[in-house]
């Protein structure tokens, strides 16, 4: 069945480090690709989003290619901030309209 | 604030109980959909509503239950409770369906059964 994978983390990172976030997928079609966010005692809050291959979202700094090929999308933001602490959830959306989660990684950022 | 609301915030039971959690979705969104977060589980897809009807159902247990109302509103009903129901209970709404749909995420019921 459609699956995400997505590495667990905790991930630890200082202020002004590369971030990047691994995300794989298996999904019969086309699906839609997005990366949610969820800070601390907060519902999940949509980071950006991808509908097609090769599609490029951004949203805050962070950016995620979706990438057919290689049925990836990784996170990636050049420089972050402590205010980046949160829990990333690499998600898919099929053609039933069923949103399936990764895991969650867990990123905190220390001054 | 997403403009989703859920009801109560937090909800404390005994095994073998029955709950009752309430979401308001966001003005104009006609789809709500319900999730459960637990440690072990992760974030799991329950069930989801358009307009007043059933349109996909995941790893929702028989147990459970819901529906939307003519106002939109919907409810998850949780009966029989047992220990390993303790978790956080995510209502989320959307304008429409689609694959390119972003849902609006309310703040969650976080159940507990003791």
């Known amino acids: 069945g459609d699956s995400v994978t997505q590495m667990e983390g905790p991930v630890t990172l200082s202020e002004e480090a590369f971030l990047t976030i691994n995300c794989t997928y298996t999904?019969?079609?086309?699906?839609?690709l997005f990366w949610y966010v969820q800070y601390p005692g907060e519902g999940l809050q949509l980071l950006l989003k991808?509908?097609?291959?090769?599609d490029k979202g951004s949203n805050k700094g962070f950016e995620a290619t979706y990438r057919k090929e290689t049925t990836s999308f990784h996170l990636e933001k050049g420089s972050v901030q402590v205010s980046d602490s949160a829990v990333y959830f690499c998600?898919?959306?099929?053609?039933?309209?069923?949103?399936?989660f990764g895991p969650g990684t867990s990123l905190s950022v220390i001054p | 604030d997403s403009g989703v609301t859920q009801t109560p915030k937090h909800l404390i039971t005994a095994t073998g109980q029955r709950v009752t959690l309430r979401c308001s979705p966001r003005s104009g969104d006609l789809s709500v959909y319900w999730y459960q977060q637990s440690l072990d589980q992760g974030l799991q897809f329950l069930i989801q509503y358009y307009n007043g009807e059933e349109r996909a159902k995941g790893n929702i247990l028989e147990r459970f239950s819901a529906q939307q109302f003519p106002d939109l509103h919907s409810e998850l009903n949780l009966s029989s409770l047992e220990l390993g129901d303790s978790a956080l209970y995510f209502c989320?709404?959307?304008?429409?369906?689609?694959?390119?749909?972003?849902?609006?995420f309310g703040p969650g019921t976080r159940l507990t059964v003791l």
């Open positions: 991808a509908t097609k291959a090769d």
């Open positions: 998600a898919l959306k099929t053609s039933y309209d069923k949103v399936i």
């Open positions: 999904a019969t079609g086309y699906p839609s």
């Open positions: 989320a709404s959307s304008v429409g369906v689609g694959l390119a749909t972003e849902q609006f």
